[in-house]
T-cell receptor
Framework: AQKITQTQPGMFVQEKEAVTLDCTYD???????LFWYKQPSSGEMIFLIY??????QNATEGRYSLNFQKARKSANLVISASQLGDSAMYFC?????????????FGSGTQLTVLP | DVKVTQSSRYLVKRTGEKVFLECVQD?????MFWYRQDPGLGLRLIYF???????EKGDIPEGYSVSREKKERFSLILESASTNQTSMYLC????????????FGSGTQLSVL
């Protein structure tokens, strides 16, 4: 069984500052993948970044990076230089590497608000 | 550009009505999904389909059924809508059984009165 926990229902950050969104997970699988999705007010979920459990380096995609700490079972999303357009709901998700997309488990989400 | 289109952004129905939520993707993806999104609960999988006419139950299939007659279209059916089915419904598609990412539609906010 898999479980994703996002303990921050809401977060505020000043424009141009960095922000970290927390995600902890629990799984019995040895190999797994971790995902972050962004959901703006338009409703469409947008894939941001992926980290495999055996990847040696933390994943980065532009202003997004994933702070992966395997021993602590955490996969925090770091957004650098926040922009007003980053205001959205953010979801952490995971699935076994050998599994299918059907096995994707989502957290409850964090609502990020970027202040001007 | 890839596209998953859900037919309605907002929908209001009465208790007991039969409700159809439609989803179309133009990426030739084999896999399609229906999720329900509720505050504090994240996304929960209702049903998914890995091929035409093939479907499998997700984590919360009760009260729902699905139809996939064509590869590009996946319909979610509420046979007799109830107030506890008021929610945001998200459709998604993925290439292959181990697609690294899902492509989502914009969602349908369904209110059952």
């Amino acid at each position: 069984a898999q479980k994703i926990t996002q303990t921050q229902p809401g977060m505020f950050v000043q424009e141009k500052e960095a922000v970290t969104l927390d995600c902890t997970y629990d799984t019995s699988d040895q190999s797994y993948g971790l995902f972050w999705y962004k959901q703006p007010s338009s409703g469409e979920m947008i894939f941001l970044i992926y980290q495999g459990s055996y990847d040696e380096q933390n994943a980065t995609e532009g202003r997004y990076s994933l702070n992966f700490q395997k021993a602590r079972k955490s996969a925090n999303l770091v957004i650098s230089a926040s922009q007003l357009g980053d205001s959205a709901m953010y979801f952490c998700a995971m699935r076994p590497v050998s599994g299918s997309a059907r096995q994707l488990t989502f957290g409850s989400g964090t609502q990020l608000t970027v202040l001007p | 550009d890839v596209k998953v289109t859900q037919s309605s952004r907002y929908l209001v129905k009465r208790t007991g009505e039969k409700v159809f939520l439609e989803c179309v993707q133009d990426m030739d993806h084999e896999n399609m999904f229906w999720y329900r999104q509720d505050p504090g609960l994240g996304l929960r999988l209702i049903y998914f389909s890995y091929d035409v006419k093939m479907k499998e139950k997700g984590d919360i299939p009760e009260g729902y059924s699905v139809s996939r007659e064509k590869k590009e279209r996946f319909s979610l059916i509420l046979e007799s809508a109830s107030t506890n089915q008021t929610s945001m419904y998200l459709c998604a598609s993925a290439l292959g059984i181990r697609g690294e990412e899902l492509f989502f539609g914009s969602g349908t906010q369904l209110s059952v009165l």
